[in-house]
């Protein structure tokens, strides 16, 4: 079992980790803003998902594998590029559905796309697993039992403050669209204000050098 001093000091760097505004927060806030607090609470549960996908690997010791085979990052990496540019596509497409009209929460996505896409999101961003990678071995410990029983019990701590700080933001961004709804001429604003984060978030991954 890990100190109860090491798990303070882990959950505040998580802490500091989730408000350093990044993809997801970008991403959530986006969703909560173009379609309501509930989709964007159920595209949390998918990007809470894909850091347990994360943290499942690094537990196991297969993403230190992944990670030393340079083909396989980069395979992971374009995969994520593609899916993003995807996305962006589907937001500003002509003559595609307008997911950023504020109303009905789920009438244009599905529960099951809105979590698919939270979830894909992050499982293909391996920087989340880099980062899993540089931060546990600073607080795990031979001497402090089993090292899968910490790298877990390190990752739950991780997912729920991530999840928890990304909810608060979601329900206070949520209130924006009663501007948006007030304002319709930003409709347009919004649809391309969605598409721009997902092309820029796939160029941001398609630039990085990775290790």
Known sequence: MIPLQQIILFFL???VMVLTPGPNMIYLVSRSVSQGKRAAMISLGGVACGMLFHIL?????LTTILMAVPYAYTTLKM???IYLLYLAWQAVKPGGKNVFEAGDALKYDSPLRLFSMGLFTSVLNPKIAVFYLSLFPQFI??????ILVQSLELGFIQVFTSASVNALIIFSAAGVTRWFSANPKWIRAQKWFMGSIF???ALKMAL???K
């Open 57 to 61: 690997l690094v537990s196991l010791g």
């Open 79 to 81: 995969i994520g590029v």
């Open 208 to 210: 990085d050098k990775g």
């Open 141 to 146: 410990k031979p001497e402090y039992g089993s």
């Open 13 to 15: 760097a998580a802490l």
């Open 199 to 201: 092309a820029g978030l």
